[in-house]
């Protein structure tokens, strides 16, 4: 790669020869830094995710577009990631951080002036898509309007203090991020990951919130974002620089010469800027 740089001399004249010592010019006029270890960022996508309705105890809603929460039919939100997928990005990295992001589609029923929180709970039973209802994790008969299961779990079975919990309000869309960094490196740690079941902090204040469910518009649904420090060791070795016009020791009849140098690198490459 090749850099061309005007060099400035302050207070002088163009009528007056410069020397220039190239080689020296060259190392003053570039800096190099040594780059640190990457961090890499991963997108994940939703393995299962349902809406509990408590109006509706035993009906399974684990294939609509949307997930709901809220205060309309006392409804929850459980979400999951596949577990080999968290690890397989982490490899033999160090998490750094997690986020939970879930798109805001719309939002409904009488909201208050103020914000109200959406908190993230780490589920700590096991479910399925095809089998969440408000009283199962797993209902073996999800079509008959009955509770089949033992023990029933009436809502989810949950951490009760969240992981994380961001504020809504009637004007809330788009995409909102939850930290669950230390849920995550738990599940690394070997904590059984069941993902997060989503709920308004205070369930008895009116106002619905509707997220993309992972059935939706692709570029909408439930994804988990790791940062990973890949653990490289950093880049200690600075590029080469090689000062190729004019030659070293020229006599210029110019204040402001250009120069041209040729540069490389083997490591971690080089930023332009």
Known sequence: MSLEMPLHRRNARPSRALVLSLAGA????LAFAPAA?????TSLPAVADATLRQQQANQNRGDDDLVRLGWAQGSRALVRFDQ????????????????????????????????QNVDAHRVTA?????????????DSKPSDNKADCNPQWNGGSFVAAPTASVPHTKQTRGVVSFDVTSDVAAFLAGTANQGWLLKKANETLSGRID???????????PRLVLAVDSGGAPDTTPPSVAITAPPTGSRLATAIPTITATYSDAGS?????
């Open 126 to 138: 096991s479910w399925t898509e095809a089998g969440a209802t408000w009283n199962c994790g797993i």
């Open 269 to 273: 490459g080089i930023d332009p800027a």
């Open 84 to 115: 080999a997928a968290i690890a397989a990005a982490v490899g033999s990295g160090q998490l750094v951080s997690a986020r939970l992001e879930l798109n805001v589609d719309g939002t409904g029923e009488s909201w208050g002036n103020t914000p």
């Open 26 to 29: 060259g190392l003053g006029l």
């Open 37 to 41: 270890a990457a961090t890499v960022q």
């Open 211 to 221: 997220d993309t469910a992972r059935e939706g518009a692709a570029a909408q649904r």
